[in-house]
């Protein structure tokens, strides 16, 4: 069962010689834009951001970025990928995920989870001489990993997704689906992972089944990052505000607050406010949100404008170099 290839390059709309900063740029252009809880057509909007997630998780990611650049050149000559060959583990099935937020060919080839069961199980001892040992050995299925994208939102307040998982047997060539729901707990970390009981690999002779192992990848935002617990905020300030001080209203996962920037700000310093961060499992405790305080240079100046920046020079005792 071919993967069909994802363009992430054309998906971001860059080159394929684009620098990690265009990349950046591209990303929350487009994440601004279809935001589902900004964009009128939420719909699409979602399955839009899906897709622009999943090509920056691997284009902003120096070694996924390698690789993929590396299929990319054998879709060129072959077209559709194939799954990774058997290694001698003698696996019989093949495990393909809906809901999760990643597409088929992320999930095999950039997943850090399996697309295929791994021998996690046990086989039971039947007496001798039994009807079921007759039979053979129940056998319990194999356990599933898979990854499961979450955004900041889902994460702060937790979600109910319905997953589907079909199973092929690669021998026969039959199909087997089932649907069910997952539920993400709110402040659910990046890399979590989430463990659905008797959702992974059917047992066999009347061995239980596997279980589903759901990792948590946080959908990249384009106002937050994480940090366990933490999030995370860049925020742009003009010369005089880092100078001066000033008092910015600055957004949270939650609602803005204004932030007070204290004067003769640098540039790189971080502002902690406590308690604005993700909820920690289980307790009524959060974590902290930090805005990353970055100074930034007017590209043009006016006539007026520069006749300041001159009359500042010559006035001003600060000597960066001393």
Known sequence: MPAEFKDYYAILGV?????????????RKLARQYHPDTAKDKKTAEAKFKEINEANEVLSDPEK???????????????DFQPPPDTGGGYEQEFHFGGTGF???????????????????????????SAKKRKGRARRGHDIEGDILVTLEEAMHGTQRPIS?????????QTQTHSFQVRIPPGATDGRRIRVPGQGEPGQNG??????????????????????????????????????GAEIVVPTLDGSIKLRIPANSENGQTLRVRGRGLPKGGTTERGDFFVKLQVV??????????????????????????
């Open 15 to 27: 080159p394929r010689d684009a620098s990690a900063d265009d990349i950046k740029k591209a990303f």
């Open 65 to 79: 970025r390698r690789k993929y650049d590396t299929l990319g050149a054998r879709w060129q000559e072959e077209g």
């Open 103 to 129: 597409s088929d060919f992320f999930e095999r080839y950039f997943s850090g989870g399996s697309r295929y069961g791994f021998p996690q199980g046990f086989e039971e001892e039947i007496p001798t001489g």
């Open 165 to 173: 998982l079909q199973t092929l047997n690669r021998q026969t060539g």
């Open 207 to 244: 061995g239980e089944a596997g279980d589903l192992y759901l990792r948590v990848r946080h959908a990249s935002h384009p106002d937050f990052t994480t940090q366990e617990a933490d999030v995370y905020h860049e925020l742009d300030l003009a010369p005089w505000e880092a100078v001066l």
């Open 297 to 322: 240079l007017p590209q043009k100046s006016s006539d007026a404008e520069r006749r300041l920046w001159e009359q500042l020079r010559s006035t001003s005792t600060f000597n960066p170099r001393a």
